[in-house]
């Protein structure tokens, strides 16, 4: 079965750095679009950055543009998110996703939430100023 796992999360001061890790088993590596989104206490989940099968394309939400960097290491299974230039509206739960389908849709890159199925349990960023 598919599983997700996120690491790397933590408490940082604004103006820093953290990478977050998702190790992924259960399904074929580079047919499934992956991203990541977040969800602050009292918020809509929102999409943060999205990447599609093949790890050539990416989006992000404009708020982290420049900011953050989303990749993928298929070696290792594992997608990344480096979040650098941190600032405290970042402050949320940070969760990996991936979907099949989709990747075949033309919504993948939409940053939806609902468009993902299947969903890591979290990993918490939270940015003091």
């Known amino acids: 079965r598919v599983q997700l796992v996120e690491s790397g999360g933590g408490s940082v001061q604004a103006g820093g750095s953290l990478r977050l890790s998702c190790v992924a088993s259960?399904?074929?590596?580079?047919?499934?679009?992956m991203g990541w989104f977040r969800q602050a206490p009292e918020k809509e989940r929102e999409g943060v950055s999205v990447?599609?099968?093949?790890?050539?394309?990416?989006y992000y939400t404009d708020s982290v543009k420049g900011r953050f960097t989303i990749s993928k290491d298929s070696a290792k299974n594992t997608l990344y998110l480096q979040m650098n230039s941190l600032k405290p509206e970042d402050t949320a739960m940070y969760y990996c996703?991936?979907?099949?389908?989709?990747?075949?849709?033309?919504?993948?890159?939409?940053?939806?939430?609902?468009?993902?199925?299947?969903w890591g349990q979290g990993t918490q960023v939270t940015v003091s100023s």
């Open positions: 259960g399904f074929i590596w580079n047919t499934y679009c």
């Open positions: 996703a991936a979907d099949f389908r989709v990747c075949y849709s033309g919504s993948w890159s939409l940053l939806r939430s609902h468009d993902y199925y299947y």
């Open positions: 990447i599609n099968n093949d790890g050539l394309t990416t």
